[in-house]
């Protein structure tokens, strides 16, 4: 048998190594919440989305044993704002990071001492809180630090732009440095960090207390640039299967950068094979909740934090990554913004539906705080869509949502119903025209109806404009990386 094929069947069978008998009842105590970040996922890079060449099992058993959410949308097209948005309840016009704004030795611009974060929220609730992944909201004892934003444990690359290494030459667990001398400072690839990763994730489900709930934050680095996967069966099954064009970056060994992309000779393939191990990764979760004996209890959510990349030999287009949309990361057109995304959580969330309500990762921290039974801040922009979740209340909607975007001139985006505006040059043209779409009829966002609408693309662009509080530590216009 095929060695994939075998993978496959673990994979998929992992759900049936508890016992029937040992399941819990559903229960009304609340619920942990796991929330798995992919980065640079594309909405159509998973299988419920209509992916035709890359396996993703796992992921699509959460879509259907769960809520599979069609208009669902990251904090912005990039990392750490979308990031922010995510941990703040703040759309990208309000939320203190707006922008990949590295600071030195190591990490990204902090998220400020007196902002409020969910992972705040829930620890004061009486959670236990931890993020396994990458973070990219301040360095290591610095405000942003997330041991100082409310959780209790990270272990993860501190630094988005070292992340950008999948054998990198250090982690961090906490304040702890930790070398991974196999790497021998990027000159080896032997130490594969998202499986290192992904290891402290599985031994803190395993490690948790039954009796007090967790906040578990996953922020995976797959399958974002630099495409590199162990050479295991995974990428053996997909290699062959792609005409291949090699990609030349910067490779591993005496002197190499660390932020930069190795090379691959198979880039197609090894995409591929990225995706196929985060879904491998979300699998692991879900049998060892089972085997915990908490999937019952627990809210599992699956997103990623912004469009596919072309960064590193990918190729968005190969695989209609975008799912048809228009654009890709850096856009604020529907394929750098929407994304795939799912709820598992079984007892409560009936499975295989399809929800149509429109949300934003601001939406998050007040979805989790009434979980919890927490109160959010009154200065948050989201609306908890725990009712959508759970069938009961009514679920509010949104008047609008709103988007910026600090690089390449600066972008904005409105969306209010089934009506999408953009705007590019936002930083030279703070006023300036705005293009209009019908998502109904044109998802694609191929025909500008501006001209045809303009009392709608001049209501749209007022909103832009009372959407963006200006900030001087990220104004518009601003590169990052």
């Not at 890359?54 to 599979?68: C, F, Q, S, V, Y």
């Not at 039954?210 to 495409?227: C, G, M, Q, T, W």
Request: hydrophobic share 35%; aromatic share 10%.
């Amino acid at each position: 048998m095929p060695r994939i094929l075998i993978y496959l069947l673990l994979i998929t069978g992992l759900h049936g190594i508890a016992k029937a008998q040992n399941r819990p009842k559903p229960s009304a105590q609340r619920p942990n919440i796991i929330f798995i970040l992919a980065d640079d996922l594309g909405y159509g890079d998973v299988g419920f989305n209509g992916q035709k060449l890359i396996k993703t099992p796992n992921i699509d058993r959460l879509a259907a044993e769960g809520m599979r959410f069609t208009q669902f949308y990251a904090g912005t097209s990039v990392c750490a704002p979308s990031r922010s948005s995510l941990m703040t309840g703040q759309h990208t016009g309000h939320t203190y990071i707006r922008g990949n704004k590295g600071v030195k030795p190591e990490g990204q611009q902090p998220i400020a001492d007196s902002v409020v974060t969910v992972a705040e929220i829930l620890q004061k609730a009486g959670y236990t809180t931890a993020a396994f992944g990458k973070w990219g909201l301040g360095p290591v004892g610095s405000e942003g630090d997330p041991n100082k934003q409310g959780f209790d444990r990270f272990y993860g690359y501190n630094c988005q732009s070292l992340a950008h290494r999948y054998y990198p030459n250090h982690l961090w667990n906490n304040s702890e440095k930790i070398v991974l001398k196999e790497n021998e400072n990027l000159t080896q690839t032997k130490q594969y960090a998202p499986d290192l990763i992904q290891q402290q994730t599985l031994d803190f489900i395993k490690g948790s207390d039954s009796n007090k709930p967790f906040f578990l934050f996953v922020p995976s680095i797959l399958p974002h640039a630099e495409l590199l996967v162990p050479n295991d069966s995974i990428f053996e099954y997909y290699k062959g299967k792609f005409a291949e064009k090699p990609h030349k970056g910067e490779d591993y060994g005496p002197g190499a950068r660390e932020g930069g992309y190795a090379s691959q000779a198979y880039p197609h393939a090894a995409f591929a094979a990225m995706v196929t191990r985060l879904d491998l990764y979300v699998g692991q979760i879900l049998a060892t909740l089972k085997e915990k004996g908490l999937d019952q209890n627990t809210l599992v959510i699956f997103s990623s934090d912004n469009g596919p990349h072309h960064e590193g030999g990918a190729d968005p287009t190969f695989f209609n990554s975008g799912g048809g949309f228009r654009g890709f990361k850096r856009d604020l057109y529907e394929g750098g913004i929407r994304e795939p995304m799912i709820a598992r959580w079984p007892g409560t969330i009936k499975p295989g539906t399809k929800n149509d309500h429109v949300g934003a990762f601001w939406d998050l921290l007040p979805t989790f705080a009434e979980l919890a039974g927490a109160t959010p801040p009154a200065s948050i922009d989201g609306i908890s869509f725990a009712p959508a979740l759970t069938g009961k209340g009514t679920q509010k909607k949104h008047q609008y949502l709103y988007w910026e975007f600090h690089e390449q001139g600066g972008k904005q985006a409105v969306r209010q119903g089934n009506w999408k505006a953009v705007r590019l040059n936002a930083a030279t043209q703070p006023n300036g025209p705005v293009e209009l779409y019908d998502l109904s009829k044109d998802p694609a966002e191929k025909t500008n109806l501006a001209a045809q609408q303009p009392a709608k693309a001049a209501e749209l662009g007022r909103l832009m404009n009372q959407s963006h509080v200006a900030s001087a530590l990220f104004p518009f216009g601003s590169e990052g990386r």
